[in-house]
């Protein structure tokens, strides 16, 4: 076996060991319910009100308000289960309820808009091109008066594919001013952009955004819910987080999120430099292997992706193969969403959305690199790759 190599970073990033003792310590202190009115909650409530403070300026966000959640999809979930609300009454009105989802959406999302499919409320995908980017004309294309949520990814998890949510949201707008009914609710999932970009300036436009502190070096079970206007959540229980999401809050969680966020925020410029070094690397190297392809093809800096993210294809291996093949090697990468992984499609939903021919898309593999991760583990990988292509290929 070589040295470990982790090219996982887009399931999950290695967690900073000095946020993680920080917030640990101070949450073992302040140990009162922050719901409760006493010295302990007050002193609780402070910190968690602070950790809030601080991740809505890692963000960049100047207005809206901020609902801690227990994970990204908790976040995904919040304002598409808030159409339950008014369900009855429009089911009695003979109304129907309508939302759009893009097709390259994560499976929080899609599994979740197939769920509500199932009470009758009514579901347009929006395909992407070949390269993955959601066209904003498409999605504007689909909008009714019935509408009443679209929701289109920032950052797509398999390919890395940078979505243009700006002219989403424009185009929102303006269908909205021509069928004249109320602006639908726009939800963006910025779980993969967090870190890699500024959420406020990419994410203009969005009624909701939905984040994760285990994709910026967080703990795992913690996620948030930006919110640019007032949301009547489903889910009713104790009245915390303003009654969006009810249950004691993960004080812990909530601190180490928002000390991760703002590290990230201020490692932004460097992390992007780290990231396009890595990505040029990569490309470079996966271009001298025979056969094998980048998923879609792109150039190094290609302003339509994230750079720590890409989809490669080796045809004649199958994705899953490689990756246990790869790990048999100490090296780690995915086919996909980790979050997909027991899922029959195996991660291939998003490369058939967009085209990508059955072999290819059979043979892909993700590498999502960190700002941890070093020119000589790339060099690494592609050296065990191209071995096992030539041995493994059929």
Same mark, same amino acid.
């Given at each position: 076996?070589?040295?470990?190599?982790?090219?996982?970073?887009?399931? *999950?990033?290695?967690?900073?060991?000095?946020?993680? #003792?920080?917030?640990?310590?101070?949450?073992?202190?302040?140990?009162?319910?922050?719901?409760?009115?006493?010295?302990?909650?007050?002193?609780?409530?402070?910190?968690?009100?602070?950790?809030?403070?601080?991740?809505?300026?890692?963000?960049?966000? +100047?207005?809206?308000?901020?609902?801690?959640?227990?994970?990204?999809?908790?976040?995904?979930?919040?304002?598409?289960?808030?159409?339950?609300?008014?369900?009855?009454?429009?089911?009695?009105?003979? +109304?129907?309820?309508?939302?759009?989802?893009?097709?390259?959406?994560?499976?929080?999302?899609?599994?979740?808009? #197939?769920?509500?499919? +199932? *009470?009758?409320?009514?579901?347009?995908?929006?395909?992407?091109?070949?390269?993955?980017?959601?066209?904003?004309?498409?999605?504007?294309?689909?909008?009714?008066?019935?509408?009443? !949520?679209?929701?289109?990814?920032?950052?797509?998890?398999?390919?890395?594919?940078?979505?243009?949510? =700006?002219?989403?949201?424009?185009?929102?707008?303006?269908?909205? #001013?021509?069928?004249?009914?109320?602006?639908?609710?726009?939800?963006?999932?910025?779980?993969?952009?967090?870190?890699?970009?500024?959420?406020?300036?990419?994410?203009?436009?969005?009624?909701?955004?939905?984040?994760?502190?285990?994709?910026?070096?967080?703990?795992? $079970?913690?996620?948030?819910?930006?919110?640019? =206007?007032?949301?009547?959540?489903?889910?009713?229980?104790?009245?915390?987080?303003?009654?969006?999401?009810?249950?004691?809050?993960?004080?812990?969680?909530?601190?180490?999120?928002?000390?991760?966020?703002?590290?990230?925020?201020?490692? !932004?410029?460097?992390?992007?430099?780290?990231?396009?070094?890595?990505?040029?690397?990569?490309?470079? $190297?996966?271009? &001298?292997?025979?056969?094998?392809?980048?998923?879609?093809? &792109?150039?190094?800096?290609?302003?339509?992706?994230?750079?720590?993210?890409?989809?490669?294809?080796?045809?004649?291996?199958?994705?899953?193969?490689?990756?246990?093949?790869?790990?048999?090697?100490?090296?780690?990468?995915?086919?996909?969403?980790?979050?997909?992984? #027991?899922?029959?499609? +195996?991660?291939?939903?998003?490369?058939?959305?967009?085209?990508?021919?059955?072999?290819?898309?059979?043979?892909?593999?993700?590498?999502?690199?960190?700002?941890?991760?070093?020119?000589?583990?790339?060099?690494?990988?592609?050296?065990?790759?191209?071995?096992?292509?030539?041995?493994?290929?059929?």
């Amino acid at each position: 076996m070589t040295q470990p190599v982790y090219l996982d970073w887009a399931a *999950t990033t290695p967690a900073d060991p000095e946020l993680m #003792r920080r917030a640990l310590e101070l949450s073992l202190a302040a140990y009162g319910n922050p719901s409760s009115s006493h010295w302990a909650g007050k002193q609780a409530n402070s910190i968690l009100e602070e950790s809030r403070t601080r991740l809505l300026g890692a963000l960049g966000m +100047k207005q809206g308000s901020l609902i801690f959640t227990a994970s990204g999809t908790e976040a995904d979930h919040i304002p598409m289960l808030a159409l339950l609300k008014h369900f009855n009454r429009v089911a009695s009105q003979g +109304k129907k309820i309508h939302i759009i989802i893009s097709g390259i959406e994560h499976a929080a999302i899609d599994c979740q808009a #197939r769920m509500l499919q +199932k *009470t009758g409320i009514e579901i347009s995908w929006v395909a992407p091109d070949t390269y993955g980017h959601i066209v904003p004309e498409a999605v504007a294309s689909h909008i009714r008066k019935e509408t009443a !949520l679209i929701s289109v990814m920032a950052v797509n998890n398999e390919t890395g594919a940078i979505q243009d949510i =700006r002219g989403v949201s424009t185009l929102i707008d303006d269908a909205a #001013r021509t069928l004249k009914i109320k602006k639908p609710w726009f939800h963006v999932d910025a779980v993969q952009m967090l870190g890699k970009l500024p959420v406020a300036e990419y994410c203009m436009g969005a009624d909701s955004i939905a984040l994760s502190a285990h994709k910026i070096r967080g703990p795992k $079970g913690v996620g948030a819910l930006w919110l640019g =206007r007032p949301l009547e959540s489903f889910v009713c229980g104790g009245g915390q987080e303003k009654g969006i999401r009810p249950g004691t809050e993960n004080l812990f969680g909530a601190l180490a999120f928002s000390l991760a966020g703002e590290k990230a925020q201020q490692l !932004l410029e460097t992390y992007i430099a780290h990231a396009q070094s890595l990505e040029l690397r990569l490309l470079e $190297g996966v271009a &001298r292997i025979k056969g094998a392809v980048v998923v879609p093809e &792109r150039k190094p800096k290609d302003n339509g992706f994230v750079p720590s993210i890409v989809s490669l294809s080796f045809p004649g291996i199958g994705g899953e193969t490689m990756v246990r093949a790869l790990s048999d090697r100490g090296i780690a990468i995915s086919t996909g969403s980790a979050c997909s992984s #027991r899922h029959k499609e +195996k991660g291939r939903r998003i490369l058939n959305a967009m085209g990508v021919p059955e072999d290819i898309s059979f043979s892909s593999i993700r590498v999502s690199t960190g700002i941890l991760t070093s020119e000589h583990e790339i060099d690494i990988f592609l050296e065990q790759a191209e071995d096992l292509y030539r041995t493994l290929k059929t």
